[in-house]
RNA sequence: GGCUCCUUGGUCAAGAGGCUAAGACGUCGCCCUCUCACGGCGAAAACAGGGGUUCGAUUCCCCUAGGAGUCACCA
């Protein structure tokens, strides 16, 4: 069996779709798995939708997802160039090929006449086709025409009766009538190549084994082999991947506003995790293991497990996962993702240790990094807070014994000293149970009352004596002393 | 509209003629607990519908319904 070969071959938008980075991930798992090649070819022949920068984009990608390709811009390889636009010449000579061996033909036929056409089948409600005006031109029309400069495309002679079948590693063998089928267009006429020719041609040249896309080419596949046979060449492997979906009816899309790569990076997703969850969306392991990474996704990859219909793109499931990830990562790893924002949310208020201490208790409540700015900012501020806060049903607190437990600590606080060992959440609980035991009060009675007046929240990322710690002393004092205050009125 | 494809819980999905129809996310409940989270335990929740074939269909065939894709000198 010859190697086997895959290819990635976005057109460059400036958008990594996430539906397009899945493919790119199957192509790749696909090679890899079988110890083959994968290479990156640019499909830019639409000069009208250049954008600046945007093969970085691909190329940022791939690096940050671990993607490596074995050929490609920026790398060369057997079978450049793989910018498609540096290929022009190319696809006339295989066109030209086809026209010889008659397997395709001039079209002289002007965008008017096409379009009356158009409007005429639109009319009657059925699906264009090319009424095939030039398909039997005589020799001389042709050179009269090609003489006088007139321009034309190439179109692919389609047979008129019969069927094509062709086989998809996923969706299996599939038949349709050759009388369906449009005589396409090939190359246009400004010479360029259409996609769907440029795309045989290409994944011929460069020897592509299995030809991974969306099953939006389902359709156009009997095209293909077509062009295959005519031109005598191996028919590669198909394999059709259902669409990423943004809900039952519409597709992930940049249109629709949806999150590329990039934006769920941004938006605090770990590239590793973004990857796993893609991987289980339209493929599924043997056994029931979830968590993949790079390495073990190209062991445990089969074509098999892809399925055929859409699936639905779950953040909460991504979230999970992401969260799973920063939960997984030892905590040396997490701070040194996370510093960034904890420097963000509290600044040089605390020193190295505190944030470290910080990290350590965000790290099982952080599901996006996102989050941590939000959820630790009130170590830098105590938030405006209402007094409502102090009373909870489940701590048996309210405003008045709230007030009572908050002077009681402050009672056993206030003009101590405490050395740097004593001031830890440790020693710091204990001291303040012996206070709730003293005074026959639930433990929650004390509590509660300062784990609000230190933070100004219904919910915070440690307890009382956890913030206390972080705090340091006079902080502490201080929030409490601002707590009875706000109790007092 | 023609052609092609798809259809298991809210979501991702396993299952390939006989199973109490996996597992995960989410939801809900309980436990743990200095709030929340983490963690642990548990629950509710699905074979689109109708016909066949078969001793037996989620699984095979047909039809219906619903959905998707495609029908460009775009990719």
């Given at each position: 069996?010859?190697?086997?070969?895959?290819?990635?071959?976005?057109?460059?938008t400036?958008?990594?779709?996430?539906?397009?980075?899945?493919?790119?991930l199957?192509?790749y798992?696909i090679?890899?798995?079988?110890?083959?090649?994968f290479?990156?070819?640019?499909?830019?022949?639409?000069?009208?939708?250049?954008?600046?920068?945007?093969?970085?984009?691909?190329?940022?990608?791939?690096?940050?997802?671990?993607?490596?390709?074995?050929?490609?811009p920026g790398?060369?390889?057997?079978?450049g160039?793989?910018i498609?636009?540096?290929?022009?010449?190319i696809?006339?000579?295989?066109?030209?090929?086809l026209?010889?061996s008659?397997?395709?033909?001039?079209?002289?036929?002007?965008?008017?006449r096409?379009?009356?056409?158009?409007?005429?089948?639109?009319a009657?409600?059925?699906?264009?086709?090319?009424?095939?005006?030039?398909?039997?031109?005589s020799?001389?029309?042709i050179?009269?025409?090609?003489?006088?400069?007139?321009?034309?495309?190439?179109?692919?002679?389609?047979?008129?009766?019969?069927?094509?079948t062709f086989?998809d590693?996923?969706?299996?063998?599939i038949t349709v009538?050759?009388?369906?089928?449009?005589?396409?267009v090939?190359l246009?006429?400004?010479g360029?190549?259409?996609y769907n020719?440029?795309?045989?041609?290409?994944?011929?040249?460069?020897?592509?084994?299995?030809?991974?896309r969306?099953?939006?080419y389902?359709?156009?596949?009997?095209?293909?082999?077509?062009?295959?046979e005519a031109?005598?060449?191996?028919?590669?492997?198909y394999?059709?991947c259902?669409?990423?979906?943004?809900?039952?009816?519409?597709?992930?899309s940049?249109?629709?506003?949806?999150?590329?790569?990039?934006?769920?990076?941004?938006?605090?997703?770990?590239p590793?995790?973004?990857?796993?969850?893609?991987?289980?969306?339209?493929?599924?392991?043997?056994?029931n293991?979830?968590?993949?990474?790079?390495?073990?996704?190209?062991?445990?990859?089969?074509?098999?497990?892809?399925?055929?219909?859409p699936?639905i793109?779950?953040?909460?499931k991504?979230?999970?996962m992401?969260?799973?990830?920063?939960?997984?990562m030892?905590?040396d790893?997490?701070y040194?993702?996370?510093?960034?924002?904890?420097?963000?949310?509290?600044?040089?208020?605390l020193?190295e240790?505190k944030?470290?201490?910080?990290?350590?208790?965000?790290?099982?409540?952080?599901?996006?990094?996102?989050?941590?700015e939000?959820?630790?900012s009130f170590?830098?501020?105590?938030?405006?807070?209402s007094?409502?806060l102090?009373?909870?049903k489940?701590?048996?607190?309210?405003t008045?014994?709230?007030?009572?437990?908050?002077k009681?600590?402050?009672?056993?606080?206030?003009g101590?000293?405490?050395?740097?060992?004593?001031?830890?959440?440790?020693?710091?609980?204990e001291?303040?149970?012996n206070i709730?035991?003293?005074?026959?009060?639930?433990?929650?009675?004390?509590?509660?009352p300062?784990?609000?007046?230190l933070s100004?929240?219904?919910v915070s990322?440690?307890g009382?004596?956890?913030l206390a710690?972080i705090?340091?002393?006079?902080?502490?004092i201080r929030?409490?002393k601002i707590?009875?205050e706000?109790?007092?009125?």
């Open positions: 069996m010859d190697r086997i070969r895959t290819r990635f071959a976005p057109s460059p400036g958008y990594m779709h996430i539906g397009n980075l899945r493919t790119a199957y192509e798992l090679a890899k798995s079988q110890g083959g090649d290479i990156l070819r640019i499909e830019d022949t639409d000069q009208e939708r250049y954008v600046e920068g945007a093969m970085d984009v691909v190329l940022d990608t791939l690096k940050m997802t671990g993607i490596d390709y074995d050929e490609g790398k060369g390889g057997e079978y160039p793989y498609q636009s540096e290929r022009r010449p696809y006339k000579e295989y066109a030209l090929k026209v010889e008659g397997h395709a033909y001039y079209c002289f036929c002007t965008k008017e096409l379009d009356s056409l158009k409007t005429g089948s639109d009657l409600g059925t699906s264009f086709n090319y009424d095939r005006h030039c398909r039997d031109l020799k001389e029309e050179e009269a025409n090609l003489a006088a400069g007139i321009p034309y495309v190439i179109r692919q002679k389609m047979p008129l009766t019969g069927t094509t086989d590693a996923v969706y299996g063998s009538e050759n009388k369906t089928l449009d005589d396409q090939l246009k006429s400004d360029l190549p259409t020719f440029a795309n045989v041609v290409d994944d011929h040249l460069m020897k592509i084994s299995h030809v991974v969306g099953n939006e389902l359709s156009s596949t009997p095209k293909y082999n077509l062009l295959y031109f005598g060449w191996e028919i590669p492997t394999i059709h259902a669409p990423v979906m943004k809900d039952e009816h519409n597709k992930l940049k249109r629709n506003g949806d999150a590329s790569f990039g934006d769920l990076i941004a938006k605090g997703y770990l590793e995790a973004v990857l796993n969850y893609i991987a289980l969306l339209g493929w599924s392991p043997s056994g293991e979830e968590f993949y990474t790079l390495s073990e996704l190209e062991k445990a990859f089969t074509i098999t497990g892809i399925s055929k219909s699936s793109f779950d953040v909460d991504l979230k999970w992401n969260g799973e990830y920063i939960r997984r030892t905590a790893e997490f040194s993702k996370a510093k960034p924002w904890i420097d963000n949310a509290v600044g040089d208020a020193s240790t944030k470290i201490r910080i990290a350590s208790l965000i790290q099982p409540r952080t599901e996006i990094l996102t989050e941590i939000e959820k630790i170590f830098k501020e105590l938030p405006e807070y007094t409502e102090y009373c909870h489940k701590m048996k607190t309210d008045e014994n709230s007030l009572t437990g908050l009681l600590v402050l009672d056993e606080l206030e101590k000293t405490f050395a740097e060992d004593e001031w830890v959440s440790q020693n710091l609980y001291i303040l149970c709730a035991a003293e005074n026959e009060i639930k433990n929650s009675q004390i509590l509660w300062v784990r609000t007046a100004g929240l219904a990322p440690g009382a004596t956890e710690e705090l340091g002393y006079n902080e502490t929030r409490i707590g009875i706000l109790l007092s009125k």
